[in-house]
């Protein structure tokens, strides 16, 4: 009877035990999917802000040479300016 009892608690505690990792396995495919759905919004977000860096590095870069071509032409006319009025 000992030996019945230990082989129905045997068989139990394997279903048991089965159990218990089925469940551990569901738990951390459901945390995988979690994580995998959390990248997938991250990336989303990343193309969106490299987008926007994009746009507002060719604004900069469009400034930028504005300014270089205005300091320029002022630093032409002050050295015409500066250029006549030793020459006279």
Same mark, same amino acid.
């Given at each position: 009877?000992?030996?019945?009892? +230990?082989? /129905?608690? =045997?068989? %139990?505690?394997? *279903? ?7 469940? #551990?396995?569901?738990?951390? !495919?459901?945390?995988?999917? +979690?994580? /995998?759905? =959390?990248? %997938?919004?991250? *990336? ?7 987008? #926007?860096?994009?746009?507002? !590095? ?31």
């Amino acid at each position: 009877m000992a030996a019945d009892k +230990a082989t /129905v608690w =045997s068989r %139990d505690g394997g *279903v048991a035990r089965k159990q218990e990792v089925d469940r #551990r396995c569901r738990k951390s !495919q459901e945390s995988i999917e +979690a994580n /995998v759905e =959390s990248a %997938d919004v991250h *990336v989303q977000s990343a193309t969106q802000q490299l987008s #926007r860096a994009a746009a507002y !590095q060719r604004s900069s870069r469009k400034k930028m040479c504005i300014l270089v071509i205005v300091l320029l032409v002022v630093g032409v006319v002050v050295g015409l300016i500066i250029w006549a009025s030793v020459k006279h």
